[in-house]
């Protein structure tokens, strides 16, 4: 099982980036997904996460309203669309998936069980 993160680049601050995850080797359509990061010299933290039918999301409240986790079941894919960056959104950035079926949205590490390896994402001011 795999999770592949791609989209991660240089962007200006107020810039936009879409983030995606791709899983291979299973299919992740009834299990809830989510993102992390992890800035330099700090410990990773909760992005954002999706339920296994969409129907629920959940955000940290430092991006609540600029970034929106979505997915495509069909595609095994879920998205982060990131708008209104700014140079604290500096980071790698870790799509997870958890192993449970029908699994709601959580914000620990611990809750996930699959991860992928990471983009990085750079803000310049």
């Known amino acids: 099982v795999q999770l592949q993160a791609s989209g991660g680049g240089l962007v200006q601050a107020g810039g936009s980036l879409r983030l995606s995850c791709t899983a291979s080797g299973r299919t992740f359509s009834n299990n809830a997904l989510g993102w992390f990061r992890q800035a330099p010299g700090k410990e990773r933290e909760f992005v954002a996460a999706i339920s296994w039918s969409a129907s629920y999301t959940n955000y940290a409240d430092s991006v609540r309203g600029r970034f929106t986790i979505s997915r495509d079941n069909a595609k095994n894919t879920v998205y982060l669309q990131m708008n209104s960056l700014k140079p604290e959104d500096t980071a790698v950035y870790y799509c997870?998936?958890?192993?449970?079926?029908?699994?709601?949205?959580?914000?620990?590490?611990?809750?996930?069980?699959?991860w992928g390896q990471g983009t990085l994402v750079t803000v310049s001011s």
């Open positions: 997870a998936a958890r192993a449970g079926r029908f699994s709601t949205t959580n914000s620990r590490e611990v809750m996930y069980d699959y």
